[in-house]
C-alpha cells in the first residue's frame, strides 16, 4: 500500500505555527523549521506565567498591605496575626484595596489588630 503525506493538513499545520509566530524576530517567523520551536517555547513561558501572575499579584497586594500597616508603627506580620486572632478573615486582595481606598476603616482594621494581639 503506497504512503500516503496527507499535505493539506502537513500544510494547515505550518501554516497554523507560522500565523502564531508571526512578530517574532528574524527567521523564527517565517520558516518553520525555527517557528514551530520558538512557539513551543512561548506557548511554555505563557503556560509558566500564567501561574506566577497570581504570585506577583499576592506579592503586590503584601507590598501595599505592610506600606499602610507602617504609617500606624505595626509591621505587616502583627497585623495580619492580629486579624487571624480577631476572627476577621479578609483576603490580602481586599485588605490591599480597603488600605489604598478607605484609611479610616483600615485603620479600624488595624486597631481590632492591636487588640487582638494584646489580648493574646
Known amino acids: 500500500m503506497p504512503r500516503s503525506t496527507n499535505s493539506v493538513s502537513s500544510r494547515k499545520r505550518r501554516r497554523r505555527t507560522i500565523s502564531q509566530a ?4 528574524g527567521k523564527k517567523n517565517n520558516i518553520y523549521r525555527y517557528a ?15 501561574r506566577k ?8 497586594w503584601i507590598i501595599r498591605i505592610n506600606a499602610a500597616c507602617r504609617s500606624y508603627d505595626i509591621s505587616y506580620s ?3 496575626h492580629g486579624l487571624k486572632i480577631a476572627g476577621i478573615e479578609l483576603d490580602r486582595k481586599s485588605l490591599s484595596e480597603i488600605a489604598i481606598h478607605d484609611e479610616i476603616a483600615f485603620k479600624v482594621l488595624v486597631e481590632k489588630s492591636i487588640e487582638a494581639n494584646k489580648a493574646a
Do not use: C, E, N, P
Not at 22 to 25: D, F, K, R
Open 22 to 25: 508571526s512578530g517574532y524576530w
Open 78 to 80: 502583627r497585623f495580619m
Open 53 to 60: 501572575k497570581k504570585s506577583t499579584w499576592r506579592q503586590l
Open 36 to 50: 514551530k520551536d520558538a512557539v513551543t517555547r512561548a506557548g511554555q513561558y505563557a503556560y509558566r506565567d500564567r
